[in-house]
T-cell receptor, first 114, second 109 residues
Framework: DTAVSQTPKYLVTQMGNDKSIKCEQN?????MYWYKQDSKKFLKIMFS???????INETVPNRFSPKSPDKAHLNLHINSLELGDSAVYFC?????????????FGPGTRLTVL | GQNIDQPTEMTATEGAIVQINCTYQ??????LFWYQQHAGEAPTFLSY??LDGLEEKGRFSSFLSRSKGYSYLLLKELQMKDSASYLC??????????WGAGTKLIIKP
């Protein structure tokens, strides 16, 4: 049973296109996250949702828009893709936001913008 | 600003012991995590420290000193499969995880 799943695993697209990445968790967690990991392997938080409500919204271009239809899903839509958006995007979830709550990561989506 | 520092890369020999250090400066502290990330894969949880001292879990141990803003991950009896990046992350006063850039550990036979 996959705990946190993302689709697609690989995404290759042209500049200017719009794309979406889907994420689902079957752990019954209340909190979900989107991270961007660039070529230097630095994990940067983009968004966090708790029970479908946005709780973290870092300085991210408004071309990125998260959507949480229910607490098991957090999708990421990206408009007008740019070369600099090329990275691996990880979805994660945790039971809550408390101190000891570990985050469980999805397998990642490798986005390449040409 | 908030900052997590760890060495970029370390090399060790199979069967040996290695210590990966992490220093942090954050606005508040609600615990420190270590994650392992193999190339091309997702990070996976290794350990969590919130009180000073050593937490041991099999071949892996993690130490925390809150007064020094310092932690280390100790890996014993190194195996080739331990070749991976090790990420240090701290929860700040807002319970947001602040991540280090990771330490790439290379194990040689």
């Amino acid at each position: 049973d996959t705990a946190v799943s993302q689709t697609p695993k690989y995404l290759v697209t042209q500049m200017g296109n719009d794309k979406s990445i889907k994420c689902e968790q079957n752990l019954g967690h209340d909190t979900m996250y989107w991270y961007k990991q660039d070529s230097k392997k630095f994990l940067k938080i983009m968004f966090s949702y708790n029970n479908k409500e946005l709780i973290i919204n870092e300085t991210v271009p408004n071309r990125f828009s998260p959507k949480s239809p229910d607490k098991a899903h957090l999708n990421l839509h990206i408009n007008s893709l740019e070369l600099g958006d090329s990275a691996v995007y990880f979805c994660a979830s945790s039971q809550g936001v408390g101190g000891a709550e570990e985050q469980f990561f999805g397998p990642g989506t490798r986005l390449t913008v040409l | 600003g908030q900052n997590i520092d760890q060495p970029t890369e370390m090399t060790a020999t199979e069967g040996a012991i290695v210590q990966i250090n992490c220093t942090y400066q954050t606005s508040g502290f609600n615990g420190l995590f270590w994650y392992q990330q193999h190339a091309g894969e997702a990070p996976t949880f290794l350990s969590y420290n919130v009180l000073d001292g050593l937490e041991e879990k099999g071949r892996f141990s993690s130490f925390l000193s809150r007064s020094k803003g310092y932690s280390y991950l100790l890996l014993k009896e190194l195996q080739m499969k331990d070749s991976a990046s090790y990420l240090c992350a701290v929860k700040d006063s807002n319970y947001q995880l602040i991540w280090g850039a990771g330490t790439k550990l290379i194990i040689k036979p």
